[in-house]
């Protein structure tokens, strides 16, 4: 156990140099959840506010930043990196994990930039259930970053499968969520669907921990649902990587 938690600290110290070296990358991520923050926050009912809106931007930066990560093990395989990576002593599933847990310092940081940026219109910041929304989403960072590790695996040279599959499952479990606009309002086969993605608890929890009500009975059900991804996604990225040739 100790030669796991050793190793998964040199995998993660490896895998976080480049971003520190070029902390652009990161920012360069949150274009999008930015541009959806400008383009649809002004165009909010007046019964919806940032309050209710912003939790779920910073959700959606989780979201597309930590699905396409597998995109960078691709590029290892296709260069021959991952396959000297298999070959040291290092074990196999740290060379998951230490990943994955990599991917949760973009999210915070992301987080962290979009909270400060929209404190000037409004938002209002309630820290205990903030930290406590970020500790949750970390969690299915965790798992999401090693689903996406997992289908890089099995993508391997085939790059177009691992973009085809990241792309058609990206919007619908975005849309589904809830992130943008409430599901409460679409019809019932919607709503069903709705209550189908683990997504949605997760966003339901943030928006609750953002707005302060940390005793919400959304916050246990979306941190169940982190943690079934967290542990989902880990056990299957594991297997992967021990497979991996």
Known sequence: MTNLVTDTGVVFSRELRPVLRNP????????Q??????????????????????????????????SMTGSNLLFEIQTGSHERMLVTPL????????????????????????????LPFGFDLHLAGTLLGLVILSVFCL????????????????????????QTLLFPLLLLAGMLLPVEAGPGWLQALSRWNPL??????????????????????????????????????????????
């Open 24 to 31: 652009f990358s990161v920012v360069f991520a949150m274009v």
């Open 33 to 66: 959840p930015l541009v959806f923050l400008g383009l649809f926050a002004p165009l909010l009912p007046d019964d919806l506010s940032l309050q209710w809106f912003v939790p779920g931007i910073v959700v959606m930066s989780c979201l597309f930043g930590t």
């Open 91 to 118: 074990r196999r599933p740290a060379l998951l994990i230490g990943r994955a847990l990599k991917e949760i310092v973009p999210v915070v940081v992301q987080a962290a930039v979009i909270v400060a940026l929209c």
């Open 143 to 166: 798992g999401l970053g090693s689903l996406s590790y997992t289908l890089a695996l099995a993508a391997k040279n085939q790059e177009w499968l691992f973009w085809t599959v990241q």
């Open 200 to 245: 949605t608890y997760v966003v339901e929890a943030e928006r609750a921990l953002f707005a302060g009500d940390v005793w919400a009975s959304t916050t246990v059900t979306g941190a169940i649902a982190a943690v079934a991804v967290g542990a989902f996604g880990l056990l299957v990225g594991t297997r992967a990587m021990q497979r991996s040739a």
